[in-house]
């Protein structure tokens, strides 16, 4: 196995054990509940993203010439894919040397629509929620998280 792949398992064997036992590297005590109240009560934190919320705003401005820019690379792409398909079909022998440009436009157009994915649509923005009483923004969060706050779920909404 290349070394990549074995840290690659590595970390996700350490990542599964933390969220498993409840570790946390950022050291704060997490905040225990009542008993009587652990079903009813949920942990918000204030939302104080202040690069990436701000540039996914920036950048939803122009979501719809972002989408329409990427499913015509899409069209191009299966174009692409069709006329190396016929150029092998018409010689009725396989070159692969005819699919390089496609699989590489189709690596290089899978990667560009995971970053775009990332920067319109922020962590953020899925987890972002309104807390009936108290202004401002807030995020849901784990009782560890830095500023965790205890309110009870049903004053907390989906915004």
């Given at each position: 196995?290349?070394?990549?792949?074995?840290?690659?398992?590595?970390?996700?064997?350490?990542?599964?054990?933390?969220?498993?036992?409840?570790?946390?590297?950022?050291?704060?005590?997490?905040?225990?509940?009542?008993?009587?109240?652990?079903?009813?009560?949920?942990?918000?934190?204030?939302?104080?993203?202040?690069?990436?919320?701000?540039?996914?705003?920036?950048?939803?401005?122009?979501?719809?010439?972002?989408?329409?820019?990427?499913?015509?690379?899409?069209?191009?792409?299966?174009?692409?894919?069709?006329?190396?398909?016929?150029?092998?079909?018409?010689?009725?022998?396989?070159?692969?040397?005819?699919?390089?440009?496609?699989?590489?436009?189709?690596?290089?157009?899978?990667?560009?629509?995971?970053?775009?994915?990332?920067?319109?649509?922020?962590?953020?923005r899925y987890r972002t929620v309104e807390v009936t009483g108290h202004p401002g923004?807030?995020?849901?969060?784990?009782?560890?998280?830095?500023?965790?706050?205890?309110?009870?779920?049903?004053?907390?909404?989906?915004?």
């Open positions: 196995m290349k070394k990549s792949m074995i840290s690659t398992i590595i970390l996700l064997t350490i990542i599964i054990l933390m969220a498993s036992f409840d570790l946390s590297l950022d050291g704060s005590p997490p905040i225990r509940l009542d008993p009587n109240i652990s079903g009813k009560a949920l942990f918000v934190c204030p939302a104080a993203s202040n690069f990436w919320d701000p540039m996914a705003a920036s950048f939803r401005l122009f979501d719809r010439y972002i989408l329409m820019g990427f499913f015509f690379a899409a069209i191009l792409l299966t174009f692409f894919w069709g006329w190396a398909l016929y150029q092998n079909l018409l010689k009725d022998s396989f070159n692969k040397d005819a699919f390089a440009k496609p699989w590489g436009f189709t690596k290089l157009l899978f990667w560009a629509g995971i970053i775009m994915l990332f920067i319109l649509n922020t962590p953020n923004d807030y995020v849901l969060c784990e009782n560890t998280s830095l500023g965790a706050k205890v309110v009870p779920s049903s004053s907390v909404h989906d915004k």
